[in-house]
């Protein structure tokens, strides 16, 4: 878990890679403004036209743990072998306000 702030508001980062080898990223806000956000999470092989990229909305902290798990990031760790370059996944997480709610 990593803490991220971002547009003064405070965020929660995880990472789970369970015993099946299959990873879960899932962000929540824990800040206390009604903003709400999105996030993206960015694989890249190095070239732009491969690049695979998936939009989540970031779940509030007071949401039950279960249903933020199923709304997360999830692929099995062999699909991941495209974007790995030097024991590293090249992925990038963005987080966006949300102009509508």
Known sequence: ??????????????KLITEDRNWHIFLQKAGITQQH????????????????????????ISNQFECIYRNSFTC???SLQHYISGN????TVTIEARSWY
């Open 1 to 14: 878990m990593a803490l991220i702030l971002y547009k003064d508001e405070v965020f929660l980062y995880y």
């Open 37 to 60: 956000f999105n996030y993206s999470i960015t694989l890249s092989t190095g070239l732009p036209v491969n690049d695979s990229i998936s939009t989540f909305s970031v779940s509030d």
């Open 76 to 78: 099995a760790e062999w």
């Open 88 to 91: 590293e996944v090249n992925m």
